[in-house]
T-cell receptor, first 113, second 110 residues
Framework: DGGITQSPKYLFRKEGQNVTLSCEQNLNHDAMYWYRQDPGQGLRLIYYSQIVNDFQKGDIAEGYSVSREKKESFPLTVTSAQKNPTAFYLC????????????FGQGTRLTVV | EDQVTQSPEALRLQEGESSSLNCSYTVSGLRGLFWYRQDPGKGPEFLFTLYSAGEEKEKERLKATLTKKESFLHITAPKPEDSATYLCAVTTGGGNKLTFGTGTQLKVEL
């Protein structure tokens, strides 16, 4: 079945450590996105990539980094510079074309301990 | 700055009691409006896309409509399995970046 796979589902990190969240898709979508979800707030865009080897900052990119070396993969690194990393992280992808719907993975819940 | 506001924040219905969720938007040129359903601890599930005022889409007990200022998600004769958070999002400008509202948490009781 085609879809978006995020791993791990739960992740615990100590303060001061970097951590990488995995996102893989087999939908053959060009565009991929990372969103962050906090209680009482809408999803906020961290980074997005419309093509391999290219990506742009979203609204809240500080303290995060990404890479897009393969079409199917878009990992997100939460660095120690991110002040409030505890959140629910969602990866999404969309097919080519303007204003097409995005499909989401099941999310990774990151907790800093 | 693009803004998406959803109301109410929470809604409790009895099974079979129809109602509507609202999504109002203030954006510089709407390109698409999207409705998603999200269950606790899961990623959003795509429901509908609307592109122009007057457009309507239906799926089972759900019907989405769009005007120049807002969208409604109508739920007809809801069942407990319709309980979820419903998210509204818009795209403006280039690309498919979504701007989300904060959602309406719907609970349908027997």
């Amino acid at each position: 079945d085609g879809g978006i796979t995020q791993s791990p589902k739960y992740l615990f990190r100590k303060e001061g450590q970097n951590v990488t969240l995995s996102c893989e898709q087999n939908l053959n979508h060009d565009a991929m996105y990372w969103y962050r979800q906090d209680p009482g707030q809408g999803l906020r865009l961290i980074y997005y990539s419309q093509i391999v080897n290219d990506f742009q900052k979203g609204d809240i990119a500080e303290g995060y980094s990404v890479s897009r070396e393969k079409k199917e993969s878009f990992p997100l690194t939460v660095t120690s510079a991110q002040k409030n990393p505890t959140a629910f992280y969602l990866c999404a992808s969309s097919r080519p074309g303007q204003d097409t719907e995005a499909f989401f993975g099941q999310g990774t819940r990151l907790t800093v301990v | 700055e693009d803004q998406v506001t959803q109301s109410p924040e929470a809604l409790r219905l009895q099974e079979g009691e129809s109602s509507s969720l609202n999504c109002s938007y203030t954006v510089s040129g709407l390109r698409g409006l999207f409705w998603y359903r999200q269950d606790p601890g899961k990623g959003p599930e795509f429901l509908f896309t609307l592109y122009s005022a007057g457009e309507e889409k239906e799926k089972e007990r759900l019907k989405a409509t769009l005007t120049k200022k807002e969208s409604f998600l109508h739920i007809t004769a809801p069942k407990p399995e319709d309980s979820a958070t419903y998210l509204c999002a818009v795209t403006t400008g280039g690309g498919n970046k979504l701007t989300f509202g904060t959602g309406t948490q719907l609970k349908v009781e027997l």
